[in-house]
Every structure is written in C-alpha cells, then in structure tokens.
C-alpha cells in the first residue's frame, strides 16, 4: 500500500545483506583466530566466534518486534551470519582481501557509512516531534487520504501517444465508459498499448493524481499524459475506508519526522558545501557543475515532490491497519 504507512519489517536476508559490508570491514585483514570483544558467545565457526552482541545489532535494525518475532528472527539472523563467516573464512584464506576490486568496494563502503552517521548524528540533535497541531493540519489538508479514502478498482491502459493524438483520444475517453473502445482506438490507429488491472487503496496512487480520482465516480475514465505516452484509467468500483485522525496520527507524525530529517540533512549538506573549498581538476574544470544534489537529499528525501514521500509513509502503516 502506499509508500506513508506500511509497517514493513526487513527479512532476515535483508537484515544480514546489511550487516555484510560491515561484517567484512572487522573481518578483513583480520587472521582466522581473532576474537571479537568480550561478549557472550552465541556460535563458533571453526575458529571465529559470532556474538550475541552481532545478532542483537541485526535486529535492532529490524525496528520493533514482538517477543516471539525477535526469538524466530534472530534464529534466522544467526544462520545467516554462520553462512556469512563461512564464505568470509573463505575469503580470507584466498586472499581477496587483498584484491584492488575488494578493496575500491570496502573503501567505498566505508565512505558511504561515515558519510551517512555523520548526516545523521547531526541531524537527531536538532530534530524535533511534530506537535499535535502539525499533525490535525496534515490529516485535514489530506481528505483523500484520511478521512475519504478510498480503496479503487481500477483498469489501466498505458501507451506510447505522440502528443497531437492527445486531444482526439480525451474526446473519445470524455464519451465513452467503456474502456474497450478507447482500446479499439489504439488498435485503429497502429498505437501499442498494455492494459493492466489493480485495487489500490488511496495512499497506493500517485498523490499528484490523487484529487482527480477522488472527484470520480464508479464508470468514469481519466487520460491523463505522461512523460512520453498516456494512461488512461477507469474507476471500476470503489469502496469507502477512512482513517480517522487517531488511526492516522502515528504514521503522519513518522511521516512530518521523515520530512524534517531531510531538510535538516540537506541544510547541513548545503552549509558543508559553502564552507569548503571545491576544486575541480582536469576534464571536469573545463565547464561549469552544479553541485549535486546531496547525500540526503538523494537518500531521505523523495523522489520529487513531498506528495511521493507522503504517499510512501502513509502507505507503511495503512496496510498494517487493515
């Protein structure tokens, strides 16, 4: 469901995918018979040892799980790192710690993780909880996602549409409640087309397109141009679902907070750049860079507009409501 709520929670796979790079940093360089901290032993591994401490790590990561999660997941988790320190030992016993390619991968690794802590630790220390009033004005300037949602049955066409067919194929869509015809337009005129059939709750859509939608009614068909082609979609049927400011408050508040993380990281990344000085050497001084954009920006923040972002945090804890 949509991108704002859903309570998803990593997979044990997932989870120990993201303690690799990790893994390998303490482990590379490192002999077979090297010990980690002293901590409770969980396994041993021929001769390296996997702590209780590493598979705590990993499911801290994992965000909040109830008692009898934790004790599944963890098992899961500790498997998982036995495989990991396997192929490391593997790893280790050829060399490839030593490999350039190994070596660009761990450095760039290292780069990303200190880059990101320091972004973060940064961030938390001015990083406040939204107020009750923040969160009321979000869920009342948002009706269609909260208090009229809305779950849709929709039928999709997309096609690729040179832009002065736009018009005569808006004419027909404003005629007809028949997809079908609008399909046999396309075929008429040589115009490749896929079709595709979805339920979507409110907070599932692109929240840009979310107000046209929710004008609609059962039947009605919206063309709407896109990047390069057209998607014309028809509300087959739909049911009303609200959420009320209750329901919604924990995901809307997660949401505000998210939003705030991202400008702050982006004020601090702006401010970094304007104290350094940047050089740019050889082929890349020959012509004038915007800088990018940053390293939060490009992580925490959405994608374009503040609407996708909240689409995705309503989306995470919708579906967890259901």
């Known amino acids: 469901m949509f991108p704002i709520f859903r309570n998803s929670k990593p997979s044990a796979r997932l989870l120990v995918g993201a303690l690799a790079c990790s893994a390998m940093l303490s482990a590379c360089g490192k002999s077979g018979g090297d010990k980690p901290p002293a901590t409770q032993v969980a396994v041993k591994v021929n001769n390296d ?132 015809d609008i399909a046999a337009w396309l075929r008429d005129n040589n115009i490749r087309y896929s079709a595709n059939a979805a339920v979507r709750a409110a907070e599932q859509l692109p929240l840009e397109a979310l107000p046209q939608l929710a004008q609609m009614k059962d039947g009605d068909i919206s063309v709407t141009a896109t990047p390069g082609g057209v998607t014309v979609t028809q509300i087959v049927a739909s049911q009303s679902m609200p959420l009320s400011e209750k329901e919604a408050g924990p995901f809307i ?23 350094a000085k940047v050089e740019y050497m050889g082929d890349f001084g020959k012509t004038a860079v915007a800088p990018p954009a940053s390293a939060a920006q490009t992580k925490s923040a959405p994608p374009t507009t503040e609407q996708k972002s909240t689409a995705s945090v309503i989306d995470k804890g919708v579906s967890g409501l259901q």
């Not at 991202?262 to 601090?268: D, M, N, P, T, V």
């Open 49 to 180: 040892e996997i702590s209780v401490h590493q598979i705590n790590q990993a499911l801290a990561r994992a965000g909040r799980l109830a008692p009898e999660q934790a004790a599944v997941v963890g098992k899961q988790v500790l498997e998982q790192l036995i495989d990991q320190q396997l192929l490391i030992q593997k790893s280790l016993e050829k060399k490839l710690d030593r490999d350039p390619d190994v070596l660009n991968a761990l450095e760039a690794s290292r780069r990303q993780i200190l880059s990101q802590a320091y972004l973060e630790k940064s961030v938390a220390a001015s990083l406040a909880k939204p107020a009750p009033a923040e969160i009321k004005s979000f869920y009342d300037m948002h009706p269609d996602l909260f208090a009229q949602r809305r779950i849709y049955r929709l039928q999709e066409l997309t096609a690729a549409l040179a832009p002065e067919q736009l018009a005569n194929l808006r004419a027909i869509g404003a005629k007809t409640r028949n997809l079908n």
């Open 253 to 275: 508040e997660q949401f505000l907070l998210n939003q705030k993380r991202s400008e702050l990281a982006g004020g601090e990344m702006k401010l970094l750049r304007q104290s």
